[in-house]
């Protein structure tokens, strides 16, 4: 299926071939232009019972359910999920703050582990795939496509983004609301550092316009322990200016507001209902991905 032959460093077929066996599933329903795994808004023909209607006239004969007229004495017709497929966007934040790791990765090289590796398990489903990164004044789009030939082409864009400046995903998630007309479902791969308040109304417009909207929100351990012991000068990745401290004098400040931080962009997640991961970067991304993909399709009863 892989028509790349040339290296990534973000891509293990190893861990593809054995990803492949888990399905991406969307949570809600999609509108399609062919068949496909995942359930539309729309009644067709599928394996999944739906609901019954009461007959009327022109309707096929074939569907009524003759058992149920032997019941009640009425015609009613038997309807069925019907199955399209998914136009799967990933969202990469390239701003500055991405560039940051201390465990021989850094958050956007771990972002691309994850968007590529989902990026391929679409494809091979059937799906068409697009990509969208965004940092400073700067934004890199690629449309969904559903070919096979379309990811090398996904990849060596992945591949050129490069951080820089501060983070415009907010105003981005905004603009895609309002210009992705057809349901999608949208990966956000970011650190998600702004006022977490100004995530509310990004994941409820995504909502609104009916995406199903998927977060994971990439950590470096140094940024959650701050288990720094000597006086250190930190700079700002995003622009902004560099500050000299002793760690010991602001460590439990600093991990109170972390943690404060965390809560509200988990809360603010669940009331929006947002499929939300926090991820410690030094985690393997197969067991991330892994938790992901069963999640979903435990969560949604079907195939």
């Not at 004969?61 to 032997?70: K, P």
């Not at 947002?274 to 030094?282: A, F, G, M, P």
């Amino acid at each position: 299926m892989l028509t790349e032959r040339k290296a990534r460093s973000f891509l293990d077929p190893k861990i593809l071939a054995r990803l492949s066996s888990l399905p991406l599933i969307a949570r809600r329903p999609m509108l399609g232009q062919v068949s496909g795994r995942h359930v539309s808004p729309h009644r067709g023909a599928s394996v999944e019972f739906a609901e019954y209607r009461k007959y009327v006239p022109g309707d096929d004969l074939r569907r009524l359910d003759w058992r149920a007229f032997g019941r009640s004495d009425r015609f009613y017709i038997k309807e069925f999920e019907a199955d399209t497929n998914l136009r799967l966007y990933l969202i990469v934040d390239t701003s500055g703050s991405m560039d940051f790791g201390s465990v021989g990765c850094s958050k956007l090289e771990y972002a691309r582990r994850l968007g590529a590796a989902l990026a391929y398990l679409a494809v091979q489903q059937g799906d068409s795939v697009g990509l969208t990164c965004i940092a400073d004044k700067k934004v890199q789009n690629l449309p969904a496509r559903r070919n096979p030939a379309h990811l090398t082409v996904l990849f060596d864009q992945m591949e050129q983004a490069k951080c820089q400046g501060p983070t415009r995903l907010d105003e981005l998630l905004h603009e895609l609301a309002e210009t992705t007309r057809q349901r999608s479902l949208m990966v956000i791969l970011s650190d998600f550092f702004l006022d977490a308040e100004q995530w509310r109304g990004c994941f409820e417009h995504l909502r609104f316009r009916k995406h199903d909207v998927a977060a994971f929100h990439l950590l470096d351990p140094e940024e959650i322990d701050f288990n720094f012991q000597r006086p250190t000068r930190f700079l700002d990745m995003e622009g902004g200016p560099a500050i000299f401290v002793e760690p010991s004098e602001i460590a439990q400040r600093y991990q109170r507001a972390v943690g404060e931080y965390l809560e509200a962009i988990r809360r603010i997640a669940l009331e929006t209902g947002v499929d939300y991961h926090r991820v410690s970067i030094d985690r393997s991304h197969e067991s991330v991905l892994t938790d992901f993909l069963v999640a979903r399709n435990r969560g949604s009863g079907r195939r």
